[in-house]
């Protein structure tokens, strides 16, 4: 265990829906990133968000949205699904921001839209 | 053009051989780290090793080392006397600048440990 929860693990749903993925970052890690792993564009960077606020934007569609809340705690909001978004969606979180040592990863949550 | 580059998309390697995976980078910026990740196929990413750009000595982890050559742009994985668990992807990553924290990331490598 990592440290590093994402939650669902696996979800299945169809085009044009909207699904909400879960990150809980390690204990005392501030920072929380988010990635997508998908076979045609391999591992992207989405965002970045450090202790609530949005730090960094990578290529996340207009349809993709993200938030950190109080608890430090991170969602990515993923809405009018289409068949490209299937991938496998990792969160990373750092003590503070980009620490080498502290990027944890999750153990992914895999989407598939059908 | 390509940030990372793992020009390898698989090798076949026999158990207790050492093996080497490559990773060449591109940036123009001073302050950089290079990682490498493992994914199982069980799907989680599991660091291995880091090196920033500023660090004299290649870094070294257990079995894992890292071949770092700034001129070169190269920093190459070393893992000594593989085992079968070894099988999995590895993936090289870059952090770029000093105010950047994500990660670019290579392609991939597939290794394969024979017994």
């Known amino acids: 265990d990592s440290g590093v929860t994402q939650t669902p693990k696996h979800l299945i749903t169809a085009t044009g829906q909207r699904v909400t993925l879960r990150c809980s970052p390690r204990?005392?890690?501030?920072?929380v990133y988010w990635y997508q792993q998908s076979l045609d564009q391999g591992l992207q960077f989405l965002i970045q968000y450090y202790n609530g606020e949005e730090r960094a934007k990578g290529n996340i569609l207009e349809r993709f949205s993200a938030q950190q809340f109080p608890d430090l705690h991170s969602e990515l909001n993923l809405s009018s699904l289409e068949l490209g978004d299937s991938a496998l969606y990792f969160c990373?979180?750092?003590?503070?921001?980009?620490?080498?040592?502290?990027?944890?990863f999750g153990s992914g949550t895999r989407l598939t839209v059908v | 053009a390509q940030k990372i580059t793992q020009t390898q998309p698989g090798m076949f390697v026999q158990e207790k051989e050492a093996v080497t995976l490559d990773c060449t980078y591109d940036t123009s910026d001073p302050s950089y780290g290079l990682f490498w990740y493992k994914q199982p196929s069980s799907g989680e990413m599991i660091f291995l090793i880091y090196q920033g750009s500023y660090d004299q000595q290649n870094a070294t982890e257990g079995r894992y080392s890292l071949n770092f050559q700034k001129a070169r742009k190269s920093a190459n994985l070393v893992i000594s006397a593989s085992q079968l668990g070894d099988s999995a992807m590895y993936f090289c990553a870059m952090r770029e600048g000093a105010s950047n924290y994500q990660l670019i990331w290579g392609a991939g490598t597939k290794l394969i440990i024979k017994p």
């Open positions: 204990s005392g890690d501030l920072s």
């Open positions: 990373a979180s750092s003590v503070v921001e980009g620490q080498y040592y502290g990027y944890t």
